[in-house]
């Protein structure tokens, strides 16, 4: 026999994740129904191509909303990141392999810098990140025009582009299995781990968390740094999929992976969300974008009902989480 928490355990469980995945399978099935193309083959690659940047700086902006925080920066960060591993990839001095290592690697540790820089300001002045982040929103662009002088830079080596096209089994692209497995790895290190189990405790309290004796700052800070971490892997696979780097990429980005977040029923107030929601919350966002497009509403229609969508997740999650509170009662 279940008892009662066991019950209400599988009750939240019911009102959160399995509750978003019927939301994103009546849109999958409306918009089969509903425009041509939708469920072939191509369109249906495309729409996992479409979510895995968005699903991996969405990662990220998890561990940092668990805080009760959030990160304006990530857009800004993804442009200077990709100048930054555009230029080596592009050196003529570099070997083909030392190349694109180092790419990755200056590209990696530079958005994990920035997220350290975020949290590290955050923490020590106790300035909202909402502040810290728009500041360094702006500081990342300039850096990012000042570098590249305002150009774009492509021509990348032939192997790096070929990659960023790959396709298993005709419907699997290879930029979504990596954005599938940060998910699956991330939500091992929530769930599983001292770390993970420490941003919940924070966010849901943190005056407890630093009563007992944890040092607070250092998660906060880590968890930035994660962020930033993310944001330098989407940047790769960016420039996998449009073989571009510019000064003026990921504008808007922010705002999107703060919704697949909100959407994916992760609390801004802190403390309760998934990685597995984030993930469908980035799903919902792509199917719905690739449907509206297919059946010909055009971008400002389009922006208008995420809009609606992202308020009508916001005020759900608040009865939700009331619904949840009088449940564990």
């Not at 050196?91 to 975020?118: Q, R, T």
């Amino acid at each position: 026999m279940i008892d009662n928490s066991r019950m209400r355990s599988l009750f939240n469980i019911l009102l959160k994740e399995v509750g978003i995945g019927v939301v994103l399978l009546v849109l999958v099935i409306a918009f089969s129904l509903g425009a041509n193309h939708f469920f072939s083959v191509n369109n249906v690659a495309n729409i996992f191509t479409q979510i895995s940047i968005n699903t991996v700086i969405a990662v990220g902006m998890t561990f940092v909303i668990l805080l009760g925080g959030i990160d304006l920066s990530v857009g800004s960060v993804l442009a200077l990141c990709s100048i930054i591993a555009g230029k080596i990839l592009t050196n003529p001095d570099l070997s083909l392999g030392s190349a694109i290592v180092l790419a990755i690697l200056l590209s990696v540790i530079s958005g994990m810098l920035i997220g350290f820089l975020n949290g590290f300001i955050s923490e020590t002045w106790k300035i909202h990140s909402f502040i810290v982040t728009l500041g360094m929103l702006n500081i990342a662009r300039g850096l990012a025009l000042q570098i590249s002088q305002s150009r774009t830079i492509f021509n990348f080596p032939k192997v790096f582009n070929d990659f960023g096209t790959r396709t298993y089994f005709s419907v699997l692209p290879a930029i979504f299995i990596m954005a599938l497995s940060l998910v699956i790895l991330g939500s091992v290190v929530l769930r599983k781990t001292v770390f993970g189990r420490m941003i919940f405790a924070i966010g849901n309290n943190e005056e407890s968390v630093r009563l007992s004796g944890h040092n607070v700052k250092f998660y906060k800070i880590m968890a930035y740094t994660i962020c930033g971490g993310t944001v330098g892997i989407a940047t790769i696979m960016y420039m996998l999929r449009m073989s571009i780097a510019s000064p003026i990429l990921g504008v808007g980005f922010e705002l999107n992976a703060i919704a697949a977040v909100v959407i994916g029923g992760t609390s801004m107030s802190g403390g309760k969300g998934s990685l597995v929601g984030t993930f469908l919350g980035a799903s919902i966002m792509g199917v719905l974008n690739n449907g509206l497009l297919l059946i010909g509403m055009g971008d400002f229609a389009r922006q208008i009902v995420t809009g609606l969508i992202i308020i009508l997740a916001v005020i759900l999650d608040t009865y939700r989480t009331r619904f949840s509170v009088k449940l564990n009662t």
